[in-house]
Nanobody
Framework: QVQMVESGGGSVQAGGSLNLSCVAS????????MGWFRQVPGKEREGLAT???????SYSDSAKGRFTISKDNAKNTLYLSMSSLKPEDGGMYYC??????????????????RGKGTLVTISS
């Protein structure tokens, strides 16, 4: 069982920035696809960004231009750098990874292993 542990959430004012991290118990170099998504109570899970084994990233419309997904295979860590945050960006942020899916990673959020999340709160 692969463990994914997110960190870096917190409370920030609108317009501010946050950097999230996610440490995996397996080598991220072996992950065909990794991603971030968020969940707000009462709403559907929203995919934000994915990154494939070659480091090619894809972003949802809400994340594009403001969020950057990256990974450091030497640290088995996935990152999400967020800027120009808006109140509607608040929610529980989860990282995920899949070590078997070999299809197109772009916008593929049904990843097998997920963390327990880190809470992001944006105040206006």
């Amino acid at each position: 069982q692969v463990q994914m542990v997110e960190s870096g959430g917190g409370s920030v004012q609108a317009g501010g920035s946050l950097n999230l991290s996610c440490v995996a118990s397996e080598s991220t170099d072996s992950a065909y696809c990794m991603g971030w998504f968020r969940q707000v109570p009462g709403k559907e899970r929203e995919g934000l960004a994915t990154i494939d084994t070659d480091g090619i990233a894809s972003y949802s419309d809400s994340a594009k231009g403001r969020f950057t997904i990256s990974k450091d295979n030497a640290k088995n860590t996935l990152y999400l750098s967020m800027s120009s945050l808006k109140p509607e960006d608040g929610g529980m942020y989860y990282c995920a990874a899949d070590f078997e899916y070999t299809g197109d990673c772009a916008f593929y959020y049904d990843l097998e292993y997920r963390g327990k999340g880190t809470l992001v709160t944006i105040s206006s």
